[in-house]
């Protein structure tokens, strides 16, 4: 419950409704696991709103840039 409450989300609801059903498949034994695989191990929670537009946009293209290992081709 931990793993879930920490994670920042980005996916919002279909994230997290992909991400019961696939430990729902996986998990042994009748307790539900989620390990460090099913979340992205480096997510860190974002505050749920900035000051300005700008700092939005530049928060998510940032964001992005990380998870594709700046790679934009």
Same mark, same amino acid.
């Given at each position: 419950m931990n793993r879930l409450v920490?994670? $920042?989300w980005p !996916?919002? #609801?279909r994230e997290l409704e992909n991400? #019961?059903?696939r $430990?729902? #498949?996986?998990?042994? !034994?009748p307790? @539900? +696991?989620i390990d !460090?695989?099913?979340l992205h191990a480096n997510s860190t929670p974002q505050p749920p709103f900035a000051d300005t537009l700008e700092e939005v946009e530049r928060a998510h293209t940032l964001r #992005? @840039? +990380?998870d594709m290992n700046w790679v934009i081709e």
């Open positions: 920490r994670y $920042a !996916g919002n #609801i991400v #019961i059903k $430990a729902t #498949i996986l998990s042994k !034994g307790w @539900l +696991q !460090g695989v099913l #992005i @840039l +990380q």
